[in-house]
T-cell receptor, first 113, second 115 residues
Framework: AQKITQTQPGMFVQEKEAVTLDCTYD???????LFWYKQPSSGEMIFLIY??????QNATEGRYSLNFQKARKSANLVISASQLGDSAMYFC??????????FGKGTMLLVSP | GAGVSQTPSNKVTEKGKYVELRCDPI?????LYWYRQSLGQGPEFLIY????????DSGLPNDRFFAVRPEGSVSTLKIQRTERGDSAVYLC?????????????FGSGTRLTVV
């Protein structure tokens, strides 16, 4: 069975600082994909970044980077230069097989001025 | 359409009633997914369609839940004899093919409240 664990219920960061949101995963499937989504108070799930299990390099998308440590089964999201608009719930998710996503419980990020 | 559209955005119903939730995916997306998100939790998978057929319905909690996608585009999630425990946000997502690596596009969800 697949499992995603996010151990930080909430995180606080000051504007312009960097923040790391933790994610560990468990699967026996050698082929999988890891995703991070942002969910603002409006409720929509916004795709941020993707890392494939066979990708050699860590994924980056603008201010977002994914710190992929395969041996530790971790896929932490790093947000550089936090902005007030980054305040939201953040979900780590994993896809194995053909399609469906397994989500963690999420981390609430609050960015203060 | 430009994004995944879900209607209604909010639905309040009485215990025991029947409800239908609609999802209109991005035009051309063959894969469609339904998830349920309870308060304080991450989304949980319900059902996956590839085209018109349900490729995986293993997440449906019981036989009160049913979903269709008759023409391979719009999908309807149907809940019979609603219970208070069904209260949650129901999210729909679509992707061009099953297993997209670059992300599934989610709608804003339908918040269902059973009173």
């Amino acid at each position: 069975a697949q499992k995603i664990t996010q151990t930080q219920p909430g995180m606080f960061v000051q504007e312009k600082e960097a923040v790391t949101l933790d994610c560990t995963y468990d699967t026996s499937d050698p082929s999988y994909g890891l995703f991070w989504y942002k969910q603002p108070s409006s409720g929509e799930m916004i795709f941020l970044i993707y890392q494939g299990s066979y990708d050699q390099q860590n994924a980056t998308e603008g201010r977002y980077s994914l710190n992929f440590q395969k041996a530790r089964k971790s896929a932490n999201l790093v947000i550089s230069a936090s902005q007030l608009g980054d305040s939201a719930m953040y979900f780590c998710a994993m896809r194995t097989g053909y399609s469906t996503l397994t989500f963690g419980k999420g981390t609430m990020l609050l960015v203060s001025p | 359409g430009a994004g995944v559209s879900q209607t209604p955005s909010n639905k309040v119903t009485e215990k025991g009633k029947y409800v239908e939730l609609r999802c209109d995916p991005i035009s051309g997306h063959t894969a469609l997914y339904w998830y349920r998100q309870s308060l304080g939790q991450g989304p949980e998978f319900l059902i996956y369609f590839q085209g018109t057929g349900a490729a995986d319905d293993s997440g449906l909690p019981n036989d009160r839940f049913f979903a269709v996608r008759p023409e391979g585009s719009v999908s309807t999630l149907k809940i019979q004899r609603t219970e208070r425990g069904d209260s949650a946000v129901y999210l729909c997502a679509s992707s061009p093919v099953g297993g997209a690596s670059y992300g599934y596009t989610f709608g804003s969800g339908t918040r269902l409240t059973v009173v």
